[in-house]
């Protein structure tokens, strides 16, 4: 089968011709619909090495973010059969440790919950085949369209997971600030509208169409970063600032601006990897104002995720690219030119 490939480091990907993987007991051969392209991806690929903690080295499949449907279950396998349109859970745990006991897979106390195509010694989803190493890491879709689905078991699953965590922040009266809107931000939006009670909802971005796409999908005011983004935002909250500030960036100028626009009390979240520290000292962020960095989301997170998808509660903007067009995915969501999450399909 073919599988697109990140062959070294610092090197670029290769689509090459792999064996396909035969599902042994308890596993599972899901025949790829959609995977993901996602940032994270591409700092794997301009990485000068394995990252703190990664077990995988090169040559590995790339590929987080997978649906498809199931092509052969493995022996012992049940609940599933061929044909069965899943969603395929990424962040693959132990199972046994205290966290995986409590569907936290995500943080797994012996695999730091890293999955397919990130670092935990498997290959990912961008191939015709991907071989899931225990059942329990797959999720009916039921009417859902793999192909449009594969972003929701990451921007959807991340961006719920960060949202959730501080809906009891979100009364009425409350805003909150999304600072970069791309796939993952458009998707925290919508989070924020269907979790919560929240009265505004702010949408930052250097691009006017992604601001425009985050109206769209519920953002009540848009704000260009800049040197008066901040008095915008105070205004816009009787000088209070955010009850809730999510960072879907994660570089140094959002950082600043994220702790300059959170209020006292309130919930700052760092979701995006791009590199940067937050400034920390006595008067910032404000005054008991918690910050956390989450990763991705409980396995009975997607599960809500996937209800809501059916319920038409959120949507996922999707510009699909054939398996031989990956490297030209990558570009685009390199150049900021994919409008919501791109999405490989080996079978169209």
Not at 28 to 42: E, Q, R
Not at 215 to 233: C, H, K, N, S
Not at 250 to 258: C, E, K, Y
Request: negative net charge.
């Amino acid at each position: 089968m073919r599988a697109f490939q990140l062959v070294g480091w610092q090197q670029p990907p290769e689509l090459r011709e792999v064996p396909v993987p035969e599902p042994g007991p308890g596993q599972v051969l899901v025949k790829v619909g959609g995977a993901g392209a996602c940032h994270s991806d591409l700092h794997l690929m301009e990485a000068p090495g394995p990252p703190p903690g990664f077990a995988t080295e090169p040559p590995f499949t790339l590929g987080h973010e997978n649906a498809g449907w199931v092509e052969s279950p493995g022996p012992g396998v049940t609940g599933f059969a061929p044909g069965d349109p899943v969603i395929v859970y990424g962040p693959w745990g132990c199972g046994t440790c205290a966290n995986c006991r409590e569907g936290k897979e995500n943080y797994c106390q012996t695999t730091r919950g890293q999955g397919g195509g990130l670092g935990g010694g498997h290959d990912g989803g961008m191939a015709e085949y991907l071989l899931v190493p225990a059942a329990r890491f797959l999720i009916p879709l039921g009417t859902l369209d793999p192909r449009q689905a594969a972003p929701l078991s990451d921007a959807g699953l991340t961006s719920y997971h960060a949202v959730k965590r501080s809906v009891h922040l979100l009364g009425a009266g409350s805003t909150a600030v999304v600072i970069g809107v791309g796939g993952l931000g458009q998707m925290a939006v919508q989070m924020v509208r269907a979790l919560s009670a929240a009265t505004t909802v702010i949408a930052v971005d250097t691009d006017a169409d992604k601001l425009e796409t985050a109206r769209r999908m519920g953002a009540d005011e848009v704000v260009l970063p800049g040197e008066d983004a901040v008095t915008r935002i105070k205004d816009m909250t009787g000088q209070q600032g955010a009850q809730l500030v999510l960072d879907m960036v994660g570089a140094d100028p959002t950082l600043r601006l994220a702790a300059q626009v959170a209020r006292v009390l309130g919930h700052l979240t760092i979701v995006g990897l791009g590199g940067g520290a937050l400034p920390v000292n006595f008067s910032s962020p404000a005054h008991e104002c918690s910050v956390a960095s989450p990763y991705w989301g409980s396995l009975p997170e997607l599960m809500e995720v996937i209800t809501l998808a059916r319920q038409q509660k959120i949507e996922m903007l999707v510009e699909r690219f054939p398996l031989e067009s990956a490297s030209e995915a990558y570009q685009l969501l390199h150049d900021g030119k994919i409008r919501g999450r791109a999405v490989i399909t080996p079978h169209p």
